[in-house]
């Protein structure tokens, strides 16, 4: 296990790449570029470019050209198989130095990178490595002397532009499947997370992937991730970031080529504790994770909770002594809580909700404040409100950050009420141990996961995504590879 100074060595010994990587190597794309800091220190880490309109043509034509040659698309599904896993296997063996370009880049802690985002990341390319030879296409029931087949074709170019929250993992939930079926993809990370989408850039051509199959482009969101959005020669746009942004997305489809758009987008997700949890300090450590884990910064963050009167005030205190196990640290300290938030604007919004929240008369139980640490104040305590009303702001729209909204409830039909009361479906969950209930809740909750007896259950074999403003669509499970394939009628008189 490493130590504090192990990780503080690797992080002065990282290669932070800073133009973009199209073709199979890395190039020179754009006149202008933005600055990456380390939100937990605030020093200035690298100036990336901008990859701008120049850019998104030089790597969507490089992309369409390798996808035309059928080097990668046309390829056997046992060449894509064995080069995916080669490729997860190298993702593990630089695992380390991957966590390391998360953690300096948007602050969160380098273990939770390691240990899990990249673990998870490798084991997302081998299933979907594994899986694309056992996916059949089909033959229709046709008249004699017909043979009607149904074929499952890769589509082209994927666009796909991720959040800074997960780099690695949202690289892999967006780019595994696509590849996997045959696609050429263009990604663009969050103009706060570039290095570790540029360093995987390179390791898949390391891998034998052919060039000009995984292509990365860093740059603002108004100049690169628009150039992509409105590129008229790439097919899908997969997208995981703000429901503002997804909305401009779907207008760049309409403005372009009608590109199929997949959003998965905000959250504000309600955890249910009823008074018959088997355990309600348990239901409480879970309450925690789902709120102050990375920062509070997960789209389906359970960042409402919905506790039943007879057993509230006891709740909120078991919640509000977990605040402690998540003191916000040096993200390259194992024994910090929690790491930085991403950048000092986006601190100042989290900070806002909270000076809104005392403002609507909430109570705050813990936290609430900004912390400095050295030279950076992208800082902010585990945060709990009680008693926050349903139509304040706190309750209903997300935060991003490690403030958590508890509300009470007298009844399960006013619970659920609240629950759905919400312009975002992404997930839930639901603590009782009533059976009945838990059938109950679960059908009724308009959510993509409900969890019970836990908080935001998902896996590699589960489908992720939500209904109303979180978006459509689906990432994980074989239910992804539906968006970057298209379904070919080829029918055969003889």
Known sequence: MRTHQDWIELAAE???HTRSFIGGRFVETGEAAFENRNPATGALLSEVADAGQEGIDAAVRAARS???????????VAFRRERLLRFADLLAEHSAELAVLDSLDMGKRVVDAHDLDLPFSVNLFRY????IDKINDEVAPTPPGTLGLVRRVPLGVVGAVIPWNYPVDMLAWKAAPAMAAGNCVVLKPAEQSPSSALRIAELAVEAG???GVLNVVPGLGETTGRALGLHPDVDVLAFTGSTQVGRLFLQYAGQSNLKQVWLECGGKSPHLVFADAEDLATTAKQTALGIWFNQGAVCSAHSRVLVERSVHEEFVSLVAAEAAAYT???PLDPAAGMGAIVSTEQTDQVM??????RASGARLVTGGERL????????VQPTVFDDVDPTSALAREEVFGPVLAVTPFDSEEQAVALANDSAYGLAASVATSNLSRAHRLTDQIHAGTVTVNGVDAFSAWTPFGGFKGSGFGRDL???????YVGLKTVWINH
């Open 14 to 16: 990282a290669t932070l």
């Open 66 to 76: 390798t996808y035309e040659s059928g080097v990668w698309s046309r390829a056997g």
């Open 128 to 131: 979907y490595a594994e899986a």
């Open 209 to 211: 992937i052919p060039e």
């Open 328 to 330: 916000p640290g040096d």
């Open 352 to 357: 806002a909700f909270v000076d809104g929240a």
């Open 372 to 379: 400095t640490r050295g030279d950076s104040d992208c800082y």
């Open 477 to 483: 499970s074989l239910h992804a590879l539906d968006k």
